[in-house]
């Protein structure tokens, strides 16, 4: 097991003057895995996918990238690739200069895969040959997301890359990720918003504020057992408001306006709805305000649900 | 790519080398349309505006050698050199200097090329390096297509020097290209204060601006009544001090110093940018330089190169004066009297008369009587006094002179008016511009060896 790990991370600690960035964070990548990172903003993200990158070095803790222990001297090992904070470009070339002056910097015989192979990839043929600067940000991250792919990493490290995307971007940019995993390249990548990782992730690493507050896949993390919201659609709003007023266990949640919303756990829950059925008042919708995962991160990150939704 | 592999531990990271990254470079600072301009205009301004003075009547003789642009082209490129000195290379080295760090920070590119390239040593060489490029570029393109202009639109005829001899085209050429090649040197410091600037205020566009800032501040501390120690310890003086080639003898000293002194500087502030940039924390998005600390590490170092260069410069520059002595200007003047006094004789078709047959003296005073005749000033006086073979009498002409702090000045002609009275003489083919009325000349501001 141990050999098939891309990032082994223990007891990472980052620090910028009196802000702990990262606080004894641990993180472990399987080659040909998707790990998806969230967390609030500031919880450190950045931070940690910078160190994976090579552009600081932590100031405790131990870091292994493709299995070559990282020093002390800023720059990662050959294989990784990505971008932290938004894709680096150059506004006066075209996508394809842009690449081209990138893979001229690695140099011939560097492996770097072709330029057009890439620019299919993500879905930016049409638009190779214009100029970056008039990018929206979407083309920006599938851009950066090319100028990664070039160099064919072992570790890709992607900063919020969905920032942006329309959902034909998305779709490609998922596409690659899910193709590169498949053939072992281990993908890390990070998002505010769990609704993003959801469908792409295999595992996850919940941050708040610096500490890795979950880790583990995300089948594990919905099965928590916790309270959540759910909105209930009923053919009589006030008899249902009634009957769940009544039934232990749930919680009134919304602020008394047409739709109705119940805080409660799974078996309270079912207990609403057998007594709603029973009082004669047809459920025509019940679902929860927010995924299980998304609750759940909601939860552990301490985020009051109304502030995302 | 399998998991055999990916099992395998990657080797260590492997550097760029600095060769392309230099290439890297280059292909951006020449994608941006800012720099393709400049290029394109230091390629073809000068030449232009040479060409058109060439033709045109009235003269721009308030820059050095610009009376001398209809009399030949090579008087094109000093005008375009004494200009540059003062108004393009600053903005030049600003633009291009002062930008190819800032840029980046522009851009928020800092992590992806340090991703890219691995190694923030060798991208400071080769941002270093590819500035240096463009900006030799730019530089060779002012200095031939000032050249190109003049031989073209004026011919390649004898220079005037400010001594008032005439210098063969061959060794005309040879001093201007001498003379642009001794104001790379300010040049360069001035790029090393732009890569120090950009390093240590980033988006700041007073990192952008710094170059010319200092290069302005540095113009009007030529202006001011400075000490000659003062003076040469600071590093734009050499886009001054070029003038030195064109008088006999040749002013080596101050320009060597000059060119020294520059030097120094470039090597001070780049080494001071290197420090700075490889200090630098690159993870930080909203960081636009490395905060106050890095400008006093920037600021305190120059501070003590200056005082040192004023130290050891100020003792061999002859203390606190100006440098500028009643005897040095009477020399220059004579001098320079004496020269174009041929080159009259000559126009006028008149009989030759050498140097020491005309036995040429000034007489120079400065202000009121009651004022040691030392220093700049536009109230110098100099009354000139030449013989002519079997002739008895001597002639005398009057001349008011203009002396700049930096030893550089104006005689104008105060009569008689066939002598240097008017800007026009009377020649067997018709009027010409008289040599004797207006000319510039140099007094060199170090103590002259030749004199004990
Ligand atoms: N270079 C830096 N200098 C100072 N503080 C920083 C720097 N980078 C990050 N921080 C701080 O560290 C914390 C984590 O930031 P970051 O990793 O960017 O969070 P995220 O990407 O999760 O939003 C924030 O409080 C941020 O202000
Ligand atoms: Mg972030």
Redesign the interface.
Known sequence: MD??L?VRASGITKC?GDVVALDGVDLEVA??GIHGLVGPNGAGK??LL?LL????VADRGSLE????PVGR?????????????????????TAR?NLA??A????PGAGTAGIDEVLDQVGLTDVADDRANGFSLGMRQRL?LA?ALLT?P?LLVLDEPSNGLDPAGKRHVHGVLNRLAA????VVLSSHRMDDLEALCSEVTILATGRVVFSGPLGKLAAENRELDYRIVTSDPAAARRVAAGTPGVRIADDGAERLVVRAPVPALDELVVRLVGAGVAVRELAPVVSPLEAAFLALTDQPQEDVR | ???A?????????????VR??Y??EL??LV???RIRLLLLACWLGPALFVAAVGRQSTLPTDTLFGRWMHATGWAGPLVTLGFAGSWALPLLTSVVAGDVFAAEDR??????????????RRIFAAKALAGLTVLLLLVAGLAVSGAVGGLLAVGNHPLVGLDGRLLAPGDAALRVLLAWLCALAPTLALAGIGLLGSVALGRNPMGLLLPALVALVMQLAQMMPLPVGVRLALPGYAFLSWNGLFTGPAQLGPLLIGVAVALAWAAATTLLARLLFLRR?????AHDGSGRRAVALGVLPLAALLAVTVGVLAPAAGGAGSGIGQDKVQRSVATAFAHLYRLQTAELNRPDVTEEQLRATAACDKGSSSVEPEGPGNDWRCVVTWHLPGVDATGTAVYQLDVAPDGRFVADGDGPKEVNGYFLVRTPTGDAPNPLWQFDGNVGLLPDPSKG
């Open positions: 050999t098939l891309a910028f080659q040909g950045t931070t910078g990158l090579g552009l600081a990238i493709l299995r070559t001297a800023l720059a990662a090992p050959d294989g990784v690739a990505g971008f932290v904070d938004g894709p680096g470009l150059y506004p006066s070339l200069q002056a990138l001229a910097l690695r140099g950066g100028a064919r072992r053939e072992g390249t281990a | 790519m399998t998991t592999t990916a099992v395998a531990a990657a080797p260590a990271a492997r550097p760029v080398s392309r990254v290439r890297f292909v951006k994608s941006q349309w851009l928020g590119t800092w992590r992806h090329l340090l991703v890219a390239a691995r190694s923030p924390d690159f993870t930080n998005p």
